[in-house]
Structures are given as C-alpha cells and as structure tokens.
C-alpha cells in the first residue's frame, strides 16, 4: 500500500506548483506491481480498449485514442486510487474538502494513434466576462499511466500557465509529462494540454478520475436537514 504520512511542506510545494502550472506530476506513488495489474484486468475485461474491437461505450478523444468509464466494481474498485491520501489532500488544497467524483474510467491510446489536438477539458464558467483565469479550478483531472509514458508510448503534454490566460500562446511548446507507470498527473480542466502519438506497439492507457468542486457540481442536490 501507498505511504499514507504526507509531509506538510512537500504538499505545499505540490499545491504552489499545481496553482502556478496548471498540472502536477508526482512519479512513482504507486508500484509498478500495481500499476501491471490493473493492465492484466484491462486486457481480461475490455481487451477493446487495449487495441481489440472497440464497442460503443466508449468516447473517442483523437485519432486511435479513446476514453471510457469503468464499472467501479471487482477488480476496478481501486480504492487505493480514488481515496490516496496525496490525491485526497491534492483536491482537499484544489477544489475544497467538499469535492464531488464525477467520473472513473480509462484513456487509452491505441498502437499508431496520431498526437491529438490540444485542447482544455472545460473548466471555464464565466467564459466571457475574462475572469476565469483567476478563479481556483472547478475540476481536475487524477491520471495513473499504468505504462511507462515515453518517447515511444507517448506522453501528456501540458501548457504551463495557460489555466489562467484566456488562449494559448501558440509560440511556447508544451512540456511533455514523462511519467513512469503508477506516477501521478494532476491537470485543471482549464490547462491545455495534448495526448503526444503513440508511436509503440502497445496500447498506453490511463486510469483517471475527474472531480469537481461542490459549488458547481449540477450532480449532487444538497437538501437542509429536517
Ligand atoms: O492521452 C492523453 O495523454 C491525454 C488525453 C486527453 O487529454 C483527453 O482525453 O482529454
């Protein structure tokens, strides 16, 4: 199991990069070990998002690259992901105590899938009165590659301050998340970033999460007691 002490100024540091960067990437939180074995389940539950046939539950994100939930259920009901402590005290310091899960799935990039279009996943409320950029987020996105993200496999990569500016400078390169198999990729729907080609034999997938903010959650009804 993961470590669960997290040292007060090591979570500082994280949180003061997440706010400054838009995305955070933690390497090695997991092990390999556990990062090969939710690979295995994948291959043996939804060979379809490691390269077999695909069916129709699934949202196609670019070329070869899709993203799909994931029944939380035996053996995806991966509690040492979803409730981490460095995840936990990550959203705790982002969105509030009070954030809401909205999604569990998979993102998968296929063998020979092209670079997708950069894009940011949302996050933007108030998108014409230009204030957004200097709002905390109202949702991340929690990734756990469970392969090596590399040259070969392709990396996430990321726009570093564009959660805070209303379009993207076209001229700066994204910085390309190198993360190692059971490492973590924390992003601000505002951040644009990009899936990089997947230029290997093997699919790439990631377990992610998204989660929201209470305050602009439309999914929870909170009801005064009585
Ligand atoms: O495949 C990736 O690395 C990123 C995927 C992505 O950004 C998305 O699906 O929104």
Redesign the pocket.
């Known amino acids: 199991m993961p470590a669960t002490t997290i040292d007060p100024d090591l979570l500082d540091q994280y949180l003061a990069d997440f706010r400054r960067d838009g995305f955070l990437v933690v390497r090695d939180v997991f092990d390999r070990q556990r990062a090969a074995q939710l690979v295995e389940h994948l291959h043996r539950e939804h060979p379809e998002y490691m390269g077999g046939d695909l069916t129709d539950d699934h949202c196609t994100?670019g070329d070869r690259?899709i993203?799909a939930p994931l029944r939380y259920a035996p053996p995806f009901d991966c509690a040492d992901f979803v409730t981490h402590p460095l995840v936990d005290a990550i959203l705790c310091g982002t969105l509030g105590r009070d954030y809401v899960l909205e999604a569990f799935g998979v993102?998968s990039?296929l063998p020979g899938a092209m670079e997708?279009n950069v894009?940011r996943?949302g996050g933007s409320l108030f998108p014409d009165s230009g204030l957004d950029g200097l709002l905390p987020p109202s949702a991340v996105a929690v990734a756990m590659p469970l392969v090596d993200m590399n040259e070969t496999s392709?990396m996430?990569a990321f726009w570093p301050g564009s959660h805070r500016q209303s379009q993207r400078d076209q001229e700066s390169p994204g910085i390309a998340a190198d993360a190692p198999a059971g490492s973590l990729v924390f992003w601000d729907f505002r951040t644009f970033?990009?899936?990089l080609a997947n230029k290997g034999d093997a699919a790439r997938p990631?377990l992610y999460m998204t989660l929201s903010s209470s305050s602009v959650s439309l999914g929870v009804v909170t009801m005064p007691p009585g």
Request: aromatic share 0%; charged share 15%; proline share 0%.
């Open positions: 994100v690259r993203t993102i990039s997708q894009h996943d392709g996430t970033h990009n899936g990631l």
